[in-house]
């Protein structure tokens, strides 16, 4: 069993255009998170979800908009997509945030053209 | 604002040792070391946590010098699978977030 899933693996988009990825983890944690990993390989949280409070990284623009519909779920939409936006997103989540190691996703290949 | 690892790569052949090291401008609350390998997700390795608590493989070591506030990852008697990038994350208590260093990429020769 796949403990957290994303979909999709690959997305291929226009500029402007708006796009969601999702994810699954079925291992019970409280915590999830999306980061974006770039070209240089740099891994930078974006977001992380527990228990209903979200934490946002001050440097993420509001194009960017995570959406939890229950604690197994944290969706990323992205609106208006820019060129700077093409990354792997992975999600990834853990038991407590800060002290329980993180399981991540396969990651979402984003290339916006 | 993001820890410092070094080296940034290093080659090795089978059966040697490396050490990576991770620094912080900031108090830590804990250390994470991942591995990830090309085209894959980042894998967990170790947590090391303020007050000497640690997590993690049993083949693999760290240490964590809160005063320093530093953090070193010791790798022994290296395999062809050790071979990746390897990131430390830290946190430093107040967002409960990770912060990665840029990474070293380590590449085991047989």
């Known amino acids: 069993d796949t403990a957290v899933s994303q979909t999709p693996k690959y997305l291929v988009t226009q500029m402007g255009n708006d796009k969601s990825i999702k994810c699954e983890q079925n291992?019970?944690?409280?915590?999830m998170y999306w980061y974006k990993q770039d070209s240089k390989k740099f891994l930078k949280i974006m977001f992380s979800y527990n228990n209903k409070e979200l934490i946002i990284n001050e440097t993420v623009p509001n194009r960017f908009s995570p959406k939890s519909p229950d604690k197994a779920h944290l969706n990323l939409h992205i609106n208006s997509l820019e060129l700077g936006d093409s990354a792997v997103y992975f999600c990834?989540?853990?038991?407590?945030?800060?002290?329980?190691?993180?399981?991540f996703g396969p990651g979402t290949r984003l290339t916006v053209t | 604002q993001q820890p410092v690892q070094s080296p940034q790569a290093v080659i090795l052949r089978e059966g040697e040792d490396a050490v990576i090291n991770c620094s912080s401008s900031?108090?830590?609350?804990?250390v994470h070391w991942y591995r990830q390998k090309h085209g894959e997700a980042p894998v967990f390795l170790m947590i090391l946590l303020k007050g000497g608590e640690q997590k993690g493989h049993e083949k693999i070591s760290a240490s964590f010098n809160e005063k320093k506030q530093q953090s070193s990852l010791y790798l022994t008697a290296s395999q062809l699978s050790y071979s990746g990038t390897y990131f430390c994350?830290?946190?430093?208590?107040?967002?409960?977030?990770?912060?990665f260093g840029s990474g070293t990429q380590l590449t085991v020769l047989p």
């Open positions: 994350g830290i946190d430093s208590g107040s967002a409960r977030q990770l912060t």
């Open positions: 900031k108090a830590l609350y804990s």
């Open positions: 291992l019970g944690h409280d915590t």
């Open positions: 990834a989540s853990s038991q407590e945030a800060g002290v329980s190691e993180q399981y």
